[in-house]
T-cell receptor
Framework: DGGITQSPKYLFRKEGQNVTLSCEQN?????MYWYRQDPGQGLRLIYY???????QKGDIAEGYSVSREKKESFPLTVTSAQKNPTAFYLC??????????????FGSGTQLSVL | AQTVTQSQPEMSVQEAETVTLSCTYD???????LFWYKQPPSRQMILVIR??????QNATENRFSVNFQKAAKSFSLKISDSQLGDAAMYFC?????????????FGQGTRLTINP
């Protein structure tokens, strides 16, 4: 079945540690996105990529890094510079980055907690 | 910057009845999209309904319909014949039409409970 796979489902980070969240899609979508969800808040955009080897910062990119070496993969690294990393992270994709009415497809998310 | 506000943190409704969730937004743009997303306990985001700002007709999808008031910048979701499976967090979201990417701005969400 086609879809977006996020792993792991739960992740724990120690102080000063970098951790990487995986996002893989087999939908052949051009664009991929990372959103952060905090309790009582909506989703906020961290980074997005419209094409391989290119990505742009979203609204809350500080303390995060991404790469897009393959069309199918868009991993997110939460660095030690992110002082409040505890949140639910959602990856999404859309078929064409430039189309106006493209639908977003979401993964099932990763819950990151600080030990 | 665009903002989206959902003023009802929680709502409840009896099964089979109708409920309306509120959403207001702030933008200086004239052309944009508005969305309602559902997040059930599985936490996966599911698109419920989409409205294009240049269309005057309100969008409908089966039991779900919207009341889009462009001048008032209001975008409410009506769920008719509520079912137990409708229980979820509901998020209103906004996106400018002339963006090259799906950069959505979300509201804070409304938790909907269905009472049997």
């Amino acid at each position: 079945d086609g879809g977006i796979t996020q792993s792991p489902k739960y992740l724990f980070r120690k102080e000063g540690q970098n951790v990487t969240l995986s996002c893989e899609q087999n939908l052949n979508h051009d664009a991929m996105y990372w959103y952060r969800q905090d309790p009582g808040q909506g989703l906020r955009l961290i980074y997005y990529s419209q094409i391989v080897n290119d990505f742009q910062k979203g609204d809350i990119a500080e303390g995060y890094s991404v790469s897009r070496e393959k069309k199918e993969s868009f991993p997110l690294t939460v660095t030690s510079a992110q002082k409040n990393p505890t949140a639910f992270y959602l990856c999404a994709s859309s078929q064409y980055a430039g189309r106006y009415n493209e639908k977003l497809f979401f993964g099932s998310g990763t819950q990151l907690s600080v030990l | 910057a665009q903002t989206v506000t959902q003023s009802q943190p929680e709502m409840s409704v009896q099964e089979a009845e109708t409920v309306t969730l509120s959403c207001t937004y702030d933008t200086s743009e004239s052309d944009y999209y508005l969305f309602w997303y559902k997040q059930p306990p599985s936490r996966q985001m599911i698109l419920v309904i989409r409205q294009e700002a240049y269309k005057q007709q309100n969008a409908t999808e089966n039991r779900f319909s919207v009341n889009f008031q462009k001048a008032a910048k209001s975008f409410s979701l009506k769920i008719s014949d509520s079912q137990l499976g409708d229980a979820a967090m509901y998020f209103c979201a906004y996106r400018e039409r002339n963006q090259g990417a799906q950069k959505l701005v979300f509201g804070q969400g409304t938790r909907l409970t269905i009472n049997p």
